[in-house]
């Protein structure tokens, strides 16, 4: 029987757990110093260590500790004094050792949190999400599946391999069970993982770009009936690369697994996949324990000791939290809470405070970059930092409007010619001839032109039809090729019609 949502947290309670794994921006890999840039010819940032050769030995990626600890102290972890890495064994088709290089029963951070808020029906809410342990590991190659409908192993002709992402420096960020979020689980997971991407994008240790890979999120879920202590079976919907599929998927598994309870039958520890057209999730492969993995500490690296006095040199060098920034601005720009919603939902608040650092209103800038710049954005199904404009061409473009020089709808012209590659504001303006008409003898010969051709309509309003005078002000900036200020245009028509300007 299909269950509704609301069926479902009348009933039970959902338990979570988040794993998610964070590439981090290093120049070379974890354990060899191949490129990591992203999207090279297959198989071309390859070496002996990273493709396993006989006799190739990892050295540690120095970096990535680094960044590994940032991460840890930004989420309130204790730094362990010693961490060694662990060879963690199952068959992996992409990873050239047939084991991955990570952290089992040491990591080098654990006992963390983070605080997150969500709206709910009764005002905001906030839930703390413990953080279990935080971990070095190596990511694995990319499979590529030819033949087939679904590019997926099953019903492929065959499958190429490309190792240049094996060896990428990963963090694993695990989370404690999280109950008590009750209905709001999918929206708790979606605002954790994203103050996760804010947080890692603050310390500039990964370009978090969930689309390409590079953060993503393992989400297992459980049921238990409200009033239990006994945990329900977990699955573990694996590699969801969307804040938005964090939550569709969470919200999908919750019913998936309270149709099998009701219905008297089994959920199975397993790991899925989730599907972003349907919203659903498939079966992937069994769920293993720990032990399945034949863990036992990595022989040919040396363990991890960090000195105590350069933990607190980072602690002291970590930017700003990033909730208490957002606070910070809202409070600093006096943004409603409904348009502070929405430069984070737009993911761009880093761009609007870059704009205002460079001398744009605040109120502005938010405009341009959430109005005609995200339209643009959508239209072109962009991300809108993919855009050539920056936050100094939208800088420039408001000091221009304000000073007189362009008008909004002659700005946004030079929005479209920026984002066209045409240049600088400046260059567009001088490619493209735009220029305000603010010669009051230009503006009034172009409103007497189009009186006289109106007739009518201009003697409604000198009659008092006041409303009629929009028809003739449209005419006078078709007229002045849409250069001339409507404000002004409307005061010098009202003038000349005789009717008042206020």
Same mark, same amino acid.
């Given at each position: ?25 290093t ?16 198989? &071309? ?12 030995? #990892? ?16 989420? !309130? ?47 905001? @809410? ?24 679904? =590019? ?26 999280? #109950? ?10 979606k605002?954790?993982v ?11 240790? /990964?370009?978090? %770009?969930?689309?390409? =890979? ?18 329900? &079976? ?14 569709r998927a ?65 602690? @002291? ?10 606070k ?9 809470? %409904? ?23 605040? &109120?502005?800038?938010? &405009?341009w970059?959430?109005?005609?710049? /995200?339209?643009?954005? !959508? ?24 000073a ?20 600088k ?5 001088? @490619? ?38 929009g028809?003739?002000? =449209?005419?006078?900036m %078709? ?22 300007? !206020?």
């Amino acid at each position: 029987m299909a269950l509704t949502y609301d069926d479902v947290i009348s009933k039970y309670e959902p338990v979570l757990g988040l794993e998610v794994h964070v590439e981090l921006n290093t120049e070379s890999k974890m354990f060899c110093s191949c490129s990591t840039t992203f999207g090279a010819e297959p198989n &071309t940032q390859t070496c002996p260590v990273c493709l396993a050769l006989p006799g190739a030995l #990892p050295v540690v990626n120095a970096t990535a500790i680094e960044s590994t600890i940032k991460i840890g102290l930004a989420l !309130n972890c204790q730094i362990a004094p010693y961490s060694r890495f662990a060879r963690k064994n199952y068959f992996y088709p992409d990873m050239p050792k047939n084991f991955q290089i990570s952290q089992y029963d040491e990591p080098i951070c654990f006992d963390g949190y983070v605080d997150v808020e969500i709206e709910t029906e009764e005002g905001p @809410k906030q839930f703390r999400i413990e953080i279990e342990r935080v971990h070095m590991e190596e990511d694995t190659g990319k499979s590529l599946h030819v033949g087939g409908a679904t =590019g997926r192993i099953h019903g492929a002709e065959y499958s190429l391999l490309d190792y240049n992402r094996a060896g990428i420096p990963l963090v694993e960020i695990v989370t404690k069970i999280v #109950p008590g979020t009750g209905k709001y689980a999918p929206e708790v997971a979606k605002a954790y993982v994203a103050e996760l991407r804010d947080i890692l994008r603050g310390l500039k240790v /990964s370009d978090v %770009k969930m689309e390409q =890979g590079s953060l993503r999120c393992d989400a297992n879920v459980s049921l238990r009936i409200i009033g239990s202590e006994v945990l329900g &079976t977990r699955s573990e919907t694996k590699n969801v690369n969307s804040l938005r599929s964090v939550e569709r998927a969470i919200r999908g598994e919750m019913i998936r697994h309270a149709e099998l309870l009701n219905d008297g039958k089994k959920v199975k520890q397993e790991t899925r996949h989730f599907q972003e057209e349907s919203g659903l999730t498939r079966s992937g492969r069994s769920k293993e324990q720990a032990e399945d993995y034949r863990y036992f500490p990595e022989p040919d690296l040396v363990p991890v000791a960090p000195d105590a006095g350069w933990i607190e040199t980072l602690r @002291k060098q970590l930017p700003e939290r990033p909730s208490l920034r957002r606070k910070r601005l809202k409070e600093e720009w006096s943004v409603p809470d %409904k348009e502070m919603a929405a430069m984070i939902n737009a993911d761009v608040l880093d761009i609007v405070e870059a704009t205002v650092l460079l001398g744009a209103e605040p &109120t502005k800038a938010r &405009t341009w970059w959430l109005g005609e710049i /995200s339209r643009i954005a !959508n239209e072109k199904d962009s991300a809108i930092q993919d855009l050539s404009i920056t936050p100094a061409d939208v800088a420039e473009i408001v000091a221009l409007v304000a000073a007189g020089e362009l008008t909004d709808k002659l700005a946004r012209q030079v929005v479209e010619g920026v984002i066209a590659g045409e240049g600088k504001p400046s260059e567009v303006v001088a @490619k493209r001839g735009i220029k305000v008409v603010n010669d009051d003898g230009a503006l009034m010969a172009a409103i007497e032109k189009v009186c006289a051709e109106q007739a009518e309509t201009a003697d409604k309003v000198r009659n008092g039809h006041v409303p009629a005078a929009g028809a003739l002000i =449209g005419a006078v900036m %078709k007229e002045t090729k849409g250069q001339a200020d409507a404000a002004r245009v409307r005061e010098l028509l009202l003038g000349h019609l005789g009717q008042p300007t !206020n």
